[in-house]
């Protein structure tokens, strides 16, 4: 289940991450965040071999 969100969160943070902080800087603030860490820890599990 995690490995969806974790690409649905990929998709999101490269596809819409520069028009997502320009559209609505302060409500989408928090939710940004979430997706920036969420990459994060897609990116640390996927080099240590977690998500394979």
């Known amino acids: 289940i995690f ?3 974790c690409k649905i969160a990929s998709i999101l943070n ?3 991450m ?5 559209r609505a800087l302060g409500t989408l ?5 979430a997706v920036f860490y969420a990459e994060i820890l897609c990116n640390e599990w996927t080099s240590t071999g977690m998500l394979e």
């Open 14 to 16: 490269n596809e819409s």
């Open 29 to 33: 603030n928090i939710h940004f965040r």
């Open 3 to 5: 490995k969806i969100q």
């Open 18 to 22: 520069i028009q997502k902080l320009f």
